[in-house]
């Protein structure tokens, strides 16, 4: 187990709906990145946050937003959910900004109807 | 978009063959990784190779990087039952924050 913990683990969404997810890190690491796997494909990055604020993105729209915390805990927001929404979400800390060794939560799967 | 390729998309063995997978990608990297992910499950930390090495080992993995081809191996020695999952490369470009994953290679261990 990695110590990055992820929830809801699961739910189910209707279009246009917005959501909510967490993530605790691990402890001792002050970075959190998001990714998004769609079925039967590689994690895409969205975004990276380091000590509370975003350091870099990805190719996604400004409806995907998130936060991080004091504790460096952090939430992943989306609006305006569309079906192509649908996918596993993946929460990873790590001890610095940049793209080194991730550590990966267990995902919160997405559906939206 | 997906930076790796990893070839082949399947791959089928007896429980104690050797596994080997190969990821190939198209820009300059800083680091090559090696995830494994179990059932849809999150990702797991493999093995790092960074740009200025050839050939890195971790217990029964091998990992070969080749920058001059853009190209990356894994070899899973001995397999196992467990080693079933799906195997991603993941490259990062210098001063980057993200990995860019390619698309894996779902392995199956018959025992």
């Known amino acids: 187990e990695t110590g990055v913990t992820q929830s809801p683990t699961h739910l189910i969404k209707t279009r246009g709906q917005q959501v909510t997810l967490r993530c605790s890190s691990q402890?001792?690491?002050?970075?959190v990145s998001w990714y998004q796997q769609a079925l039967g494909q590689g994690p895409q990055f969205i975004f990276q946050?380091?000590?509370?604020?975003?350091?870099g993105r990805g190719n996604f729209p400004p409806r995907f937003s998130g936060l991080q915390f004091p504790n460096y805990s952090s939430e992943l927001n989306v609006n305006a959910l569309e079906l192509d929404d649908s996918a596993l979400y993946l929460c990873?800390?790590?001890?610095?900004?940049?793209?080194?060794?991730?550590?990966f939560g267990e995902g919160s799967r997405l559906t939206v109807l | 978009s997906q930076q790796g390729e990893e070839d082949p998309q399947a791959l089928s063995i007896q429980e104690g063959e050797n596994a080997t997978m190969n990821c190939s990608y198209k820009t300059s990297i800083n680091n090559l990784q090696w995830y494994r992910q179990n059932s849809g499950r999150g990702l797991v930390h493999l093995i790092l190779i960074r740009s200025n090495e050839r050939e890195k080992h971790s217990g029964r993995l091998r990992v070969t990087l080749d920058t001059s081809k853009k190209s990356s191996s894994l070899l899973i020695t001995a397999s196992r039952a467990a080693d079933t999952a799906s195997y991603f490369c993941?490259?990062?470009?210098?001063?980057?924050?993200?990995?860019?994953f390619g698309q894996g290679t779902r392995l199956t261990i018959n025992p």
């Open positions: 990873a800390s790590s001890f610095s900004r940049g793209a080194g060794e991730l550590f």
């Open positions: 946050y380091y000590r509370e604020e975003e350091n």
């Open positions: 402890s001792g690491h002050n970075t």
């Open positions: 993941a490259t990062d470009a210098r001063g980057a924050q993200k990995l860019v």
